[in-house]
């Protein structure tokens, strides 16, 4: 399957994403054609919407230690539902549909998901840290919701004209 991820902003990205209720092999094609786009973009995380296709799916792969991403660390959550969240933090965070701009964003610290595999197995999921950080991240996406909604007005201001200054080089590059 080939994808290409969607960037801001285009409105795709506002789509509120459908349960997934079928889990066969084109849901299994769509999961294993995100993975290398993903990792050639070194991303840590990608919705199913972010490359067009507006189902309640994502990916992720945390960085180790060595800061490698081996496919055994990959977490694919389909249908997945925060039942607990506690604390708070704050992180750098970026966005594959949002490129070349980073913002600190304030997310829970530690949370509780239950979510389905490929299979359609239920699954529990306690996270904290960066894996935690990254599920509520593209977890906003399920329901069209960007990190870049989340600044203060004068952050996001200034992170309109920037991006826009951004997109005039590209294309004119
Ligand atoms: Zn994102």
New binding site residues.
């Given amino acids: 399957m080939r994808l290409t991820i969607v960037e801001y902003p285009n409105k795709k990205l506002r789509e509120i994403s459908k349960e997934v209720k079928v889990f066969d092999a084109k849901l299994h094609s769509l999961l294993d054609s995100m993975y290398p786009i993903m990792i050639d973009t070194n991303g840590i995380?990608l919705?199913a919407i972010?490359v067009a296709h507006p189902i309640k799916a994502l990916i992720l792969n945390i960085p180790d230690e060595e800061g490698e991403q081996p496919k055994e660390n990959l977490l694919e959550l389909i249908n997945p539902v925060i039942t607990q969240q506690d604390g708070e933090t704050v992180y750098q965070e970026g966005?594959?549909?949002?490129p070349k701009f980073y913002e600190d964003i304030k997310r829970s610290e530690t949370l509780t998901l239950n979510y389905q595999d490929r299979d359609g197995n239920t699954q529990t999921l306690e996270a904290d840290g960066l894996l935690a950080i990254a599920i509520q991240?593209?977890m906003d996406?399920l329901v069209g919701i960007?990190?870049i909604d989340k600044l203060s007005y004068a952050r996001r201001k200034k992170f309109e004209k920037e991006y826009k200054r951004m997109l005039k080089e590209r294309k004119s590059s």
């Fill in positions: 995380g919705a972010q966005c594959l549909s949002v991240h593209e996406h960007l990190f």
